[in-house]
C-alpha cells in the first residue's frame, strides 16, 4: 500500500499554513520520503474553477515523483489536460455519478482516472464538480455508485467518509468491505480521510488498499512519513 501525503492549496498557497511556496512543500514531502502526492485545488472543489492549476502544475514538476490531482473534477477534457501537464493521475469528483454516460467515458481514460466514493452515511455527498451533475449525484446510495462504476469499467475508485475526513475519527473500514464485497477485487481501491495511527494504516493494508491519502496526521506529527510506510509494508 501506498502512502500519499495531501497537500491541499487554497489561494495558491498550502493550506496548512506553511510559509514556502507550494512548489517548496512538495519537494519537502519529497525529501521526507514520499513516492507519490495527491495535489487538491480547495478553490477548485469549492467553486469549480481551477484556479490553483498553474501552482499545482509547477508543485507537480517540482516534486518529480507521480502527483494526482484532485479538487472537484468532473470533465474528462480536465483530466486530459491534467496529463499533459504532467499529473499521473486525477480523482474524479462522485459528482460525475450525476451522468452514467459521463462514468462510462471516464472509464475509458484507464488507471490514470480514479474516480471518488464521497460518502456520508452511505450516501453520495458530492465537493465539487458541475453543480448540475453534483445535484443529480447526491444522496445516491455509495454502494449502487460502485456498482456502477464497475459496470462502466472504471478501473479504480478513492474511497472517504466524509463525516470522518479532518477528523482523525478512523478511516473508512466498513464501507471499504461493503465496496469491496460490491466490486471484487476487479476495481482497485484507494482510500483517504480519518487515518489516526499506524493500526489504522494496517488495517487499510490487509484489506488490500491500493494507496492512502493522509493529511493532518502527518501534519500533527502523530507518525512519520517513513513509518507510515513501514506500517503499510508489514501489516
Known sequence: MVIVPSLDVREGRPADGSRVSVADRARELVRDGATELHLVDLDGAASGTFANLDVLTE????????????????????????????????????????????????????????????????????RGGERSLAQVATGRGALASARAALLA??????????????????????????????????VTLHAGGGVRNLEDLRA??????????IGRALAERRFTLHDAQRAALHA
Do not use: K, M, N, W
Open 153 to 186: 469499467g472504471v478501473s479504480a475508485l478513492y474511497v472517504i467518509d466524509l463525516s470522518a475526513e479532518g477528523r482523525l475519527s478512523g478511516p473508512p473500514l466498513a464501507l471499504i468491505d461493503a465496496i469491496r464485497a460490491v466490486v471484487g477485487h476487479q
Open 59 to 126: 508543485a507537480a514538476r517540482a516534486a518529480a515523483v507521480p502527483c494526482r490531482l484532485a479538487g472537484g473534477v468532473s470533465r474528462v477534457e480536465q483530466a486530459i489536460d491534467a496529463a499533459q501537464r504532467g499529473f499521473a493521475g486525477v480523482l474524479f469528483s462522485s459528482a460525475v455519478f450525476g451522468d452514467d454516460d459521463l462514468v462510462r467515458r471516464i472509464a475509458r481514460l484507464g488507471d490514470t482516472a480514479i474516480v471518488e466514493i464521497e460518502a456520508r452515511d452511505g450516501f453520495l455527498a458530492p
Open 204 to 213: 487499510l493494508a490487509a484489506r488490500g488498499v491500493a494507496s492512502v491519502v
